[in-house]
């Protein structure tokens, strides 16, 4: 390692065996965004929304989150990056059965391996990944 390689910020994200887990046939695509926090620093999704998909680009709406970051970190676009949804899936299994939901539909994680629709009433459980 060279002396220059050790001030560079770490970008690796947490390599993953990628397998097809589902099928992505709605038009506008199967991009995604998705924080650093599960894609690189292991958390599992916390928090999911999907949101209108930006137009003309391969956008699901999907966006996932650990639910610990807060608003300095959400607005650094350094800390958010566009996967395909299949991708986060390898990464978190436990999202598959809520892909389907609608535009504005919003969940969080309330145990372990469980999402409930967000009403703003409950806590985000944080997990780690088990890896």
């Not at 220059?4 to 397998?19: A, G, L, S, T």
């Not at 989150?65 to 350094?78: R, S, T």
Request: aromatic letters at 14%; one cysteine or more; glycine letters at 8%.
């Amino acid at each position: 390692m060279g002396f220059f390689d050790r001030f560079k910020k770490k970008n690796d994200f947490i390599k993953v065996e990628i397998k097809k887990l589902i099928e992505w046939n709605e038009p506008n695509g199967e991009g995604c965004f998705a924080s650093d926090k599960i894609t690189k620093e292991g958390f599992k999704v916390g928090y999911m929304y999907r949101e209108q998909p930006d137009e003309g680009k391969p956008d699901s709406g999907w966006r996932f989150l650990a639910g610990n970051e807060d608003d300095e970190y959400i607005n650094d676009p350094n800390n958010l990056h566009l996967f395909a949804i299949n991708t986060i899936c390898n990464y978190d299994r436990d999202i598959i059965p809520y892909l389907k939901s609608q535009i504005g539909s919003a969940y969080i994680r309330t145990c372990s391996d469980k999402f409930e629709f967000d009403d703003g009433s409950k806590s985000i459980f944080i997990d780690k990944q088990d890896r």
